[in-house]
């Protein structure tokens, strides 16, 4: 090597050197403010709830001061014992396990009809799909409410007249009125996710299905379902989050139900006890629904690349 080509080398690594010292400064800018509100709003307040939920609140008598002290694990234990929590975690787990399903399955195959050629107003149905979601949860849970309350509903009057199960807000059914009212809300949200991932399948493959004689139905079942697969495990995560979050529809259902209690779900338990100052117990009771939102989603997340694999 000569001394001129290794003054051409040592500058083209001096400049590849800064090129990727500017690209790193460039995105560390970029990073920094989301980083920064993901600290402060994300991390921090976990950190702090796990802090909390270590403490117990004590009183001498009544109306006593209020002083906390160390108790270890203690909340946690107290959590695992509660019935009312307990039943609460059974509820939103019989819950997600007829809904989620139920939710993605109408989602999935709304998607693939708007992505059909043969489904007319594309447009229209696709919207009418996105409204309910754009309605905002208090508002569309009232709507709702007024279309389970006896006395004041249609449909409820019209079931009684035909001597038809029509009591949506009793004990027995008002956990199947929450789920028609979130299947309602997040059908179009789900629909629109997998309908975006079947607008980024290459037509050439549609083409060369149906060249070789497969129906609409073959190409849905054999080549867009398989493509869809991640699409459905990620509305599949955001669903068993969602329903580990369960509160604002029985929440506001509470008002017209006695059947939905404090306890109904467990966030709204956790709500409850913080409303009373019991934050500690208040804050375990969250970190046990982090955890197993967390454990939930793990374990989705290995079947479902298990069975890619295989």
């Known amino acids: 090597m000569t001394i001129r080509s290794a003054q051409r080398h040592r500058r083209s690594s001096t400049t590849i050197t800064a090129s990727r010292a500017r690209t790193r400064r460039t995105a560390a800018i970029f990073i920094t403010p989301f980083g920064l509100l993901f600290v402060c709003f994300y991390v921090l307040p976990i950190c702090y709830a796990v802090y909390r939920s270590l403490f117990v609140t ?29 039943d609460s975690i059974g509820r939103v787990l019989l819950f997600g396990i007829v809904q989620v399903p139920l939710m993605l399955g109408l989602a999935l195959v709304f998607a693939l ?141 509470a008002g017209i139900s006695p059947s939905v209690t404090s306890t109904f779900t467990p966030t709204m338990m956790a709500f409850s006890q913080a409303s009373g100052n019991n934050y500690a117990y208040a804050a375990t009771l969250s970190v046990i629904l982090a955890l197993a939102a967390g454990i939930l989603s793990f374990g989705l997340l290995k079947v479902t690349q298990r069975r890619s694999q295989s």
């Open 58 to 86: 004590t009183r001498q008598g009544a109306f006593g001061r209020a002083t906390e002290s160390f108790a270890g694990l203690a909340n946690y234990s107290r959590a695992l014992q509660d019935s009312a929590f307990l």
């Open 113 to 253: 009809l708007l992505d059909s050629a043969t489904l007319r107003l594309k447009r229209f149905v696709g919207i009418s799909l996105f409204v309910p979601y754009a309605v905002p949860a208090v508002i569309g849970v009232i709507m709702w409410g007024f279309l389970y309350t006896p006395g004041l509903s249609p449909v409820v009057s019209l079931l009684e007249s035909a001597h038809l199960p029509a009591d949506f807000l009793g004990p027995d059914m008002v956990l199947w009125s929450v789920a028609n009212i979130v299947t309602w809300t997040y059908t179009g949200y789900n629909v629109i996710i997998l309908y975006s991932a079947l607008q980024a399948i290459d037509s050439s493959v549609y083409e060369a299905a149906r060249m070789d004689g497969a129906s609409a139905l073959q190409v849905a079942r054999h080549i867009k379902v398989p493509i869809l697969r991640p699409a459905i495990v990620l509305t599949a995560l955001f669903s068993i989050i969602g329903t580990l979050q369960l509160f604002t529809e029985p929440q506001v259902l």
